[in-house]
C-alpha cells in the first residue's frame, strides 16, 4: 500500500501564473524599444552628445513635463514595465546559468520588481499631489 | 516509481557551445545596462522632487564618465533589443489585408520610423525647435 502524496492524481491541474509574468515582460519590451532610445538618447545622454543644452534641460521645463498628469505615462513606460521586462529575463536567465531556480529566486525577481515599480510610483505620486 | 530516466548532463556553460546560443544570452543580457537606465531614472526623478539645486547636481552626474559609458551602453543595448523585438512582430502577428499579407521589412521599417518619431517628439518636447533657432 502506498501513501506517498505525489502519486495522488490531481484532479485540478494548478494554473500557471506565467502568463502575468510574461504579458509584463512582453509589454515592457515594447516600451524598452520604442521609449528607451528617445529618453537614453535626448536626456541621459543629450548633454554629454550635444544634442541638447542644460538650459533645454532646465528644472522648470522638466518639473512641469514630469509630473503634468502625461508623465505618469513615462513613469510606466520607462520604468515600470521595464522594470518587469528585466527582472522577468534576469529570472529565467538565472535559471538558464544554472545559478538559481525555484521559488526564492522568482520572488526575488518579480518581488524587486515590484518594489522598485511601487518606488518609482510613490516618488511621482508624492510630488504630483503636492504641486497639485 | 522507482525508475531513473536518464538525464542529460547540462553544465552552465551550455549557451558557450553554439553561435544561436550565444545570440540568446546576450539579448538576455540586454536588461542589465537596463536596469542602470532604469536606476538613472529613479535618482533623478527623486532629484527632480527634492529641488532645483538637487537637479542641477543630478545633471552635473550625468555628466561624469563612467555614468556617461553605462548609459551609452544602455542605448546600444536598447537598441539591440529593438532590433531582435522588431523582427519579431511580423512572425507574430502577420498584418493581412484581403488575400495579401503585408511584407515583414515594411513593418520593421515601420516600427524603426516609431522610434524615431518619438524621439523627434521627445526633442520638440524639451524646446529643441526653439533652441536651434
Request: aromatic content about 34%; cysteine-free.
Given at each position: 500500500m502506498r501513501t506517498n502524496k505525489q502519486d495522488t492524481p490531481q484532479t485540478t491541474p494548478r494554473r500557471s501564473d506565467e502568463p502575468i509574468w510574461w504579458s509584463l515582460f512582453s509589454a515592457g519590451g515594447v516600451c524598452v524599444a520604442m521609449l528607451v532610445p528617445a529618453i537614453a538618447l535626448l536626456v541621459l545622454l543629450g548633454i554629454p552628445l550635444g544634442l541638447v543644452s542644460a538650459e533645454q534641460l532646465n528644472y522648470q521645463r522638466l518639473q512641469a513635463l514630469v509630473f503634468h498628469p502625461l508623465g505618469l505615462g513615462v513613469v510606466l513606460g520607462a520604468m515600470v514595465l521595464p522594470l518587469f521586462h528585466a527582472m522577468h529575463r534576469i529570472h529565467h536567465g538565472l535559471h538558464d546559468l544554472k545559478l538559481a531556480h525555484g521559488r526564492l529566486a522568482k520572488w526575488l525577481c518579480y518581488g524587486s520588481a515590484v518594489l522598485l515599480s511601487s518606488l518609482a510610483l510613490w516618488l511621482w505620486l508624492t510630488v504630483s499631489m503636492a504641486s497639485g | 516509481m522507482s525508475r531513473k530516466p536518464y538525464q542529460p548532463p547540462m553544465p552552465?556553460?551550455?549557451?558557450?557551445?553554439h553561435p544561436a546560443y550565444r545570440f540568446y544570452m546576450l539579448r538576455e543580457a540586454t536588461v542589465v545596462p537596463l536596469l542602470f537606465f532604469v536606476a538613472s531614472l529613479l535618482y533623478g526623478l527623486y532629484a527632480l522632487g527634492q529641488g532645483e539645486a538637487s537637479w542641477l547636481h543630478y545633471l552635473a552626474w550625468l555628466q561624469q564618465p563612467w555614468v556617461i559609458a553605462l548609459n551609452s551602453l544602455a542605448l546600444v543595448a536598447s537598441l539591440f533589443h529593438a532590433w531582435t523585438f522588431f523582427a519579431l512582430f511580423p512572425q507574430v502577428m502577420p498584418l493581412r489585408f484581403g488575400s495579401r499579407t503585408l511584407p515583414a521589412w515594411l513593418m520593421v521599417s515601420a516600427q524603426w520610423a516609431g522610434v524615431l518619431l518619438v524621439i523627434l517628439a521627445l526633442w520638440w518636447l524639451l524646446g529643441g525647435v526653439d533652441a536651434h533657432q
Open positions: - | 552552465a556553460s551550455w549557451w558557450l557551445k
